[in-house]
């Protein structure tokens, strides 16, 4: 008898347990205009909202910007996303958490490579932008931002006027040599070899080539002079 | 060893089996298990930064589960005492009322900065976090505070509701306080006539009762951010103090 009761019992919980997964598999969440970013909230508001845990509220934000364009499996273009909002809502994680490189890696990564030149162009600014607060730290965001500029964009000059910036701005010591160097390495790609062979010579005069073997492949980079064979 | 902190010892000492006895260790293990878990989600989740990510979603999460649940234990067990009379037994021995609260902060204190520490053995496995060791000595620290505060809270309120409310009030408030404060000065609520500034005002009084809790255990050590750890300490030993004062009021106003 008391068998009986207890698997009636068991038998309940299983009933309802199967009822709720059904009731679960049968009303998926929807987010629903998922790709209409409205204003970020002020900064003060969300580290409150986080019992002032600034980090963690950095990361949460940057988990719903990422995948604010995503539907269910159905993505909505990010082209359509309206830039300037996602910048107030990148510089919001940037104040937030300045030690973090994810809005860095999400403008260079995500945002810069699709949308239309002057989106992109949009999102480069913001790095760029960013970068000139802490270059030490930023460095390697704005060496994305080269490349999206010189090949995506196919902006040579801008892919000049930032890695002209990593030359001149980068200091940290610890950071590598190619991240100078790459205004040089641009340039002799380019086939400008008289400003390539003029940042090389700033280079060596300035101490950040030391090692001979690192000086002779960079000359083997650079294109000869016009007027010379 | 006197006869009186005999006494005082072998109470926290009951303290800790009672703590073993409600399973805090258990659920202290829990939070722990489910924390990790949340944060290893996290670290599939997100593009870049994985172990800052996740280390950082894994500190919070525990710390205030831990937080909370020490906080429940203590005034579940303490409330527990009253209501059933526990408490007279204990003062039947030599012990004074204040005797026996040291008593049982001194069990709970030790359930405390175990589980504290024991919440920071997780991060071993993160060999290039910084700040680790400052993290789980600050999270000890604030373990005590909250176990004083839950004490004290359950001795003056006698219910376990009532108790665990003014403890959730109060531990969120001294989370986000200073944030408060910042922002009445920043938007120039603390400007205008006495009246205007009555509201700026009592927001600023309520920051003056309470600890900095914010400056205990804080994520952005462990995300490379500059380690303040002596004022966490200081803090700490302050605001004991102050409620082992109105401990000492309380309990002589109180008729158990």
Redesign the interface.
Known sequence: MRIAAQLRAWLLLGACLAANVLFQRLNPPTWSDAYVLGNPPPTAAVRAATLGEPVFAGYLVMLYVQNLNVHLGLATPLAAIDRPVILRWLDLVTDLDPGSGYPLLLATGHFAETGSPEQRRLMLDWVYRRFEERPNQRWEWLVHAVYVARHVLNDNALAEYYAAALRTRVTDPKAPSWVRQMDLLLHADLGEAADARAILGGLVAAGQIRSPAELKFLESRLPPLKGNP | MQPMSRAVMGLARLTLLEARRTAVGKAALAAMIIALSLALF?DR?????QD??TV??YA?IVR?AIVLILGQAIIANTVRDLNERIIDNFLALPLTRMQYALGKWLGWSAVGIVCGLSAALPLLAFSGTPGRLAWALSFAAEAVVVVSLALLLALALGRVITAMLAFCAMY?FA??G???V??SA?TGAVDGTAFERFDARYVQLASYLLPRM?RFAD??W????PIHFGPDILQALIYIALLGAVAGIELRRKQF
Do not use: K
Not at chain 2, 45 to 49: G, K, M
Not at chain 2, 222 to 225: F, I, K, P, T
């Open positions: 996290v989740i997100v593009l870049t930064e800052r990510a950082v979603t919070v205030l969120l989370r986000v200073f944030l408060l910042l922002l920043n914010d994520t952005s462990l995300a490379g951010g």
